[in-house]
């Protein structure tokens, strides 16, 4: 089942803060985090994988919270470079079976 | 390290005609394959998985279908293109290791468009 994300899209200035959240209605296992530039492919962030597991990577981070199913983009001090479309990536399956199923995105614009 | 490539890049091809992407990665063995569309300002469709030579698992019925002649190609193909094939085909590799959901990653993608 899709996992669902949101907002839709925001729109950030330089140096302000943004949540992206990925909610779902099943057990998750796994959470995969890209962003996505227009024209291009989607681009690997992070993967979480335990519940209240937390990761960062520069000024963007997320959580993961096993008990509500949801996990959480954050990005701090946005930058020009930060805009793009972000998906989550929710993780079923074992060995043999193992796949993606992507929430619809969140497009962030980051402004002068 | 690895490396996906896919071609060609872009593709433009009228309704009925044929079609064949490919994939290939460099860099690793054994990888699980998988290609995905994603249509105009959409989200990303998986349209099927491969975690062996031969071994092709479809997620969605469509025109479309995909083989795996050798460990580290993958190849999307359709007989007769429809206008709803158009989009952003995207081919993505992971590699299993037991016991730990693998980072899966994307190559460049073939933009195609049916007229």
């Known amino acids: 089942q899709q996992p669902v994300q949101s907002p839709q899209a925001v729109i950030l200035r330089e140096g302000e803060d943004a949540v992206i959240n990925c909610s779902s209605s099943?057990?998750?296992?796994?959470v995969h985090w890209y962003r996505q530039k227009h024209g291009e492919a989607p681009v690997f962030l992070m993967i979480l994988l335990k519940g209240g597991e937390q990761k960062g990577h520069e000024k963007i981070s997320a959580s993961f919270n096993e008990k509500k199913q949801q996990s959480s983009l954050y990005l701090t001090a946005s930058q020009l470079s930060y805009s793009g479309t972000y998906f989550c990536?929710?993780?079923?399956?074992?060995?043999?079976?193992?796949?993606?199923?992507f929430g619809k995105g969140t497009k962030l614009s980051v402004i002068p | 390290s690895q490396t996906i490539h896919q071609w060609p890049a872009t593709l433009v091809q009228p309704v009925g005609s044929p079609l064949s992407l490919e994939c290939t990665v460099e860099g690793t063995s054994n990888p699980n394959l998988y290609w995905y569309r994603q249509a105009a300002g959409r989200g990303l469709q998986l349209l099927f998985y491969s975690v062996g030579i031969g071994q092709i698992s479809s997620e969605v019925p469509q025109n479309l279908s995909a083989s795996r002649p050798q460990d580290r190609q993958f190849i999307l193909s359709s007989k007769k293109l429809l206008l709803s094939d158009s989009g952003f085909y995207l081919c993505?590799?992971?590699?299993?290791?037991?016991?730990?959901?693998?980072?899966?990653?994307f190559g460049p993608g073939t933009r195609l468009t049916v007229t």
């Open positions: 990536g929710t993780g079923v399956g074992g060995a043999g079976s193992y796949q993606l199923t």
């Open positions: 993505a590799w992971s590699v299993w290791v037991p016991g730990i959901p693998p980072e899966q990653y």
């Open positions: 099943k057990a998750l296992y796994s």
